[in-house]
């Protein structure tokens, strides 16, 4: 076998092929003849280079060998076969990649998002940080960055995921999925026990009314606790959770969610009945207010004056009443000049006029020996509107129930009782057949008690609805016809009470302007009767200087 000429690499990127020459054994052969530069081609470049490589002088020749006591070298085939070895190894990893990143990258198995940056050149003439980075000991965890940035990471899972749990059977729904976890997470939230839940059905205890309404939200339908019922898989524990429950629950009280309803049906029946209640006394009181003579009829009897004589010499004019809703229609009666309307005229009369009354009053029963003081008409209108403001202000706080009563649904109060005496018959059909403990008395008891309560409430409801009526008649007329809303007067009289408070408020910062403007010009007129005062006729005289200047010696 020929002898193989070894022949050091004067450049080349791999820095794998310097580590032979070091090698024990070739040590030990005799250095090989140096070979002429312009004869020895340098290796090719790897292919192809990532980066640049700064170029570098050729190797020098290996130094001579070192006589050492090592044991004979190895036959030459095996050197050439350590040298191919060393030739045919691929090109490292570019620089910056780890070595997980290149192995995952190099197969194509996991593709990652692309990161858009510009590539630059490091320069060969001088050095550049990046040359310092080619050896750097950072590597980064190449799963978990397939995880965050892969494109099929959505889909990946975890190794624990991907073995099968033999310990966790499959779950039976027979329910609809869905449903199922609701009812399941509904189920959890109650704070209370199957075995709870069973005493309470049995024995008529009280739920709280949260508790009803979540368990009737899940309720089941027919069918679906027909199924459950049927279920004959052998144990039940294979149920899923919310079927399980059911299927214990219907066991012990197939008439579960019938008593449910039927608890339910209690716990709405009080609140019901007494926000009933209370709009009865509210429009019983409201209906009061109307027809007690006050400050409201004189604001009529002024609308009715000044809307005879606007309407002088019309079909329109000489009115005995009119109708309430064109109270609210005052506002859109302009004056010529644009700057007033005829509901701030009107209000703005009735409270000069209880003003003029609480003045008239107060000077009754003043002393008779002080004696008035002269005012002027202006001053005295500003007193009387300053007097009256109070009273016509505070009309809309006699009306408190009037108001309340506009807030009514009249629908809703003439149905309670209807609805409630259905709801009633109904459950006492349905807890018939229930057997078993003592919820069928307790719930007859209460359903004896709800029957006589209603009786009651329509009565009352009939005597307020009349009364209602009447008042509707005493304002006006032929107002109660069937079909329109009964409590409509009440809706008037609230709106129209609005717009006379907002009046009220204008009129009140008239006068205070008014009272700013007058200060304001009384103060200017003291000011000047200070700066020039009326001086006596002898203030330049002798006479005048000569006191004077005794009085100053005397001081």
């Known amino acids: 076998m020929e002898q193989v000429t070894e022949v050091p690499l004067l450049r080349g990127r791999s820095s794998t092929s310097h580590s032979i020459i070091h ?14 530069a312009k004869k020895t081609a ?12 700064k170029k570098t002088a050729p190797a020098p020749p290996p130094p001579p060998p070192r006589p050492s006591p090592s044991p004979p070298p190895p036959p030459p085939m095996k050197k050439a076969a350590a040298l191919s070895s060393s030739a045919s190894r691929p ?12 192995s995952r990258a190099g197969s194509g198995q996991v593709k990652l998002k692309p990161l ?22 950072f590597s980064f965890d190449g799963d978990l960055m397939e995880a965050l940035f892969g494109y099929v990471a959505v889909g990946k899972k975890s190794p624990e995921h991907d073995k099968p749990k033999s310990n966790s059977p499959t779950k039976i729904f027979i329910l609809d999925p869905r449903k199922s976890q609701n009812s399941a997470i509904v189920l959890k939230s109650l704070g209370m026990t199957r075995e709870e839940l069973v005493e ?10 949260e508790t009803l309404e979540r368990l009737a939200r899940i309720a089941p339908s027919k069918e679906e606790q027909s199924a459950i019922l049927e279920f004959d898989g052998g144990d039940a524990a294979k149920l899923a959770d919310a079927e399980a429950f059911l299927f214990h629950l219907l066991k012990a009280v197939p008439t579960a ?23 009865l006394q509210t429009l019983d009181l409201a209906c009061k207010e109307l027809r007690s003579r006050g400050l409201f009829v ?56 209880e003003g003029k009354r609480c003045g008239s009053n107060s000077n009754r029963s003043s002393s008779s020996n002080s004696a008035p003081q002269a005012m002027s008409k202006e001053e005295q209108e500003k ?18 129930n009037v108001k309340r009563a506009a807030s009514v649904d009249y629908e809703t109060v003439v149905a309670t009782c209807s609805a409630l005496a259905v709801r009633a018959k109904d459950a006492r059909k349905v807890i018939a057949q229930c057997e078993g403990g003592r919820f069928v008395e307790k719930m007859m008891k209460f359903l004896d008690s709800v029957e006589e309560e209603v009786k009651i409430a329509r009565e009352e409801e009939r005597k307020v609805m009349e009364l209602v009526k009447r008042t509707t008649e005493y304002y006006q007329a032929g107002a109660s016809v069937k079909g329109k809303n009964p409590l409509h007067l009440f809706v008037i009289v609230r709106d129209f009470l609005a717009m006379v408070d907002k009046v009220c408020l204008d009129i009140m910062r008239n006068v205070q302007r008014r009272k700013v403007a007058s200060s304001s010009e009384s103060t200017s007129t003291q000011r000047n009767a200070v700066k020039f005062p009326v001086l006596p006729p002898n203030f330049m005289s002798d006479r005048s200087r000569s006191d004077s200047g005794e009085s100053d010696s005397d001081m």
Do not use: C
């Open 91 to 102: 090109p490292p990893a570019p620089r910056g990649a780890s070595g997980g990143e290149s």
């Open 23 to 36: 090698n024990d054994s070739y040590e030990l052969e005799s250095p090989p003849p140096s070979i002429p």
């Open 116 to 137: 858009h940056w510009d590539k630059v050149n490091p320069d060969s003439d001088h050095s550049m940080v990046w040359d310092k980075i080619d050896r750097g000991s």
């Open 200 to 209: 309470a059905l049995v024995e008529g205890h009280d739920f709280v009314p």
């Open 298 to 353: 004189k604001l009529l009897e002024a609308i009715l004056k000044a809307g005879n004589r606007m309407n002088a010499g019309t079909a329109r004019g000489n009115a005995q009443a009119f109708n309430l809703t064109a109270l609210l229609k005052l506002s859109d009666v302009k004056s010529v000049d644009g700057k007033t309307t005829l509901l701030n005229f009107v209000v703005e009369e009735v409270v000069r006029s």
């Open 42 to 53: 340098p290796p090719p470049p790897p292919s192809p280079p990532p980066i640049p490589v």
């Open 257 to 279: 969610f019938t008593r449910l309803n039927a608890f339910l049906f209690r716990a709405n029946y009080y609140p019901e009945i007494a926000h009933h209640g209370r709009s």
């Open 383 to 400: 007193e009387f509107l300053k007097l009256g403001l109070p009273i016509v202000g505070g009309l809309s706080s006699e009306f408190t």
